[in-house]
T-cell receptor, first 114, second 113 residues
């Protein structure tokens, strides 16, 4: 199956700093990438959908100025958590898909904000 | 709105035991239904899916049947193995929602030898 990577796998940062998470589709070109957030013992919550070359579509309640998404190419999307605070600590998961088809998920990034 | 409810874990079974993980959904129209599996340290992988009522998805010995009358999509396996230990997520995608997935909370399965 298709492979999606995320980097870093875990990151610890100080409150007020910004953190960038990369999501790459390694062996296919993804027209759409999705970003999810997962709290302990809770389901994956879709944060935003991004299409290559266009602005991301954010789900209700997700601050677009705080969670900046860039989908600059068909194999790379980035999520930047700006001015991170402890409440932003979470597990962030991306997925990539060809339009209308199966999503392939990355292994996730554990963010801890001190 | 659309939602998925699945049984809480962890579920602990002995090898070769029968597995059922319950999943029910709420959705308008006729969604597609999925089971994803997440092995330790890896990303979610599609295990099986069903796109219309009475469809049965199956893969690796796992099965789930799309039951519209009970709005359910329970996951079953007749004989689990230690290698099946993972977190299992039930999910739905509403018609016309362009891949958008709504997940249940996940159920941790631990199979003991």
């Amino acid at each position: 199956g298709a492979v999606v990577s995320q980097h870093p796998s875990r990151v610890i940062c100080k409150s007020g700093t910004s953190v960038k998470i990369e999501c790459r589709s390694l062996d296919f070109q993804a027209t759409t990438m999705f970003w999810y957030r997962q709290f302990p013992k809770q389901s994956l919550m879709l944060m935003a959908t991004s299409n290559e070359g266009s602005k991301a579509t954010y789900e209700q309640g997700v601050e677009k100025d705080k969670f900046l998404i860039n989908h600059a190419s068909l194999t790379l999307s980035t999520l930047t958590v700006t001015s991170a605070h402890p409440e932003d600590s979470s597990f962030y998961i991306c997925s990539a898909a060809l339009s209308g088809n199966e999503q392939f998920f990355g292994p996730g990034t554990r963010l801890t904000v001190l | 709105g659309n939602s998925v409810t699945q049984m809480e874990g962890p579920v602990t079974l002995s090898e070769e035991a029968f597995l059922t993980i319950n999943c029910t959904y709420t959705a308008t129209g006729y969604p597609s239904l999925f089971w994803y599996v997440q092995y330790p340290g890896e990303g979610l992988q599609l295990l099986l899916k069903a796109t219309k009522a009475d469809d049965k998805g199956s893969n690796k010995g796992f099965e789930a049947t799309y039951r519209k009358e009970t709005t359910s999509f329970h996951l079953e396996k007749g004989s689990v193995q230690v290698s099946d230990s993972a977190v299992y997520f039930c999910a739905l995608s509403a018609r016309g929602a362009t891949n958008k997935l709504i997940f249940g909370t996940g159920t941790l399965l631990a199979v003991q030898p």
